[in-house]
T-cell receptor, first 114, second 112 residues
Framework: DQQVKQNSPSLSVQEGRISILNCDYT??????FLWYKKYPAEGPTFLIS?????DKNEDGRFTVFLNKSAKHLSLHIVPSQPGDSAVYFC?????????????FGKGTLLTVNP | DADVTQTPRNRITKTGKRIMLECSQT?????MYWYRQDPGLGLQLIYY???????NKGEISDGYSVSRQAQAKFSLSLESAIPNQTALYFC???????????FGEGSRLTVL
């Protein structure tokens, strides 16, 4: 049973426009969410996170929104740049007891066209 | 030098062979992980260790074993490799305060 779902395998946007990557989760115990970016031939790198006590977290061009009632989060990239082209993974965890064992979605391949 | 180093980066082997993937880290983190990535399946947790004396199975531990030789070293073994273990393997560490994972560059394993 997939607890973290990224239903769009790929997304293509034009440079300068907004990229919106979506993620849904089913486990109501999840209370901490992270986004990772992965370039080919490299390991994933942390991008941004959000705790369930917030509904928005912003870091430069990247903003993550959390809708707890819908068990949905989204990553907004504005403006999108060609260097943002990568696979983006959504991840979630139950931080109770300092577990921090992440469950990942399948990833979304973002392509930003010049 | 990378904070999380995996060796080998690429390996081709035959069915039935024993394979070890090694991971070392200089971040001083207690927590270490092994993940597997298959196309279209994202990252799946194989094993994790929260300190030297702690080893835990992840989602897909069958066919794998691990050893935590020291705080900085965590190795993954395939005792008898099979073709469906062909995948990209990632080692990761985490800081118990933030939960953020730091990944190595990956080890691509092909089992013929």
């Amino acid at each position: 049973d997939q607890q973290v779902k990224q239903n769009s395998p790929s997304l293509s946007v034009q440079e300068g426009r907004i990229s919106i990557l979506n993620c849904d989760y089913t486990n109501s115990m999840f209370d901490y969410f992270l986004w990772y970016k992965k370039y080919p031939a490299e390991g994933p790198t942390f991008l941004i996170s959000i705790s369930s006590i917030k509904d928005k977290n912003e870091d430069g061009r990247f903003t993550v929104f959390l809708n707890k009632s819908a068990k949905h989060l989204s990553l907004h990239i504005v403006p999108s740049q060609p260097g943002d082209s990568a696979v983006y993974f959504c991840a979630a965890t139950d931080s109770g007891g300092s577990n921090y064992k992440l469950t990942f979605g399948k990833g979304t391949l973002l392509t930003v066209n010049p | 030098d990378a904070d999380v180093t995996q060796t080998p980066r690429n390996r081709i082997t035959k069915t039935g062979k024993r394979i070890m993937l090694e991971c070392s880290q200089t971040k001083g983190h207690d927590r270490m992980y092994w993940y597997r990535q298959d196309p279209g399946l994202g990252l799946q947790l194989i094993y994790y260790s929260f300190d030297v004396k702690d080893i835990n199975k992840g989602e897909i531990s069958d066919g794998y074993s691990v050893s935590r030789q020291a705080q900085a070293k965590f190795s993954l073994s395939l005792e008898s490799a099979i073709p469906n273990q062909t995948a990209l393997y990632f080692c990761a560490t985490s800081d118990s305060d933030t939960g953020e994972l730091f990944f190595g560059e990956g080890s691509r394993l092909t089992v013929l």
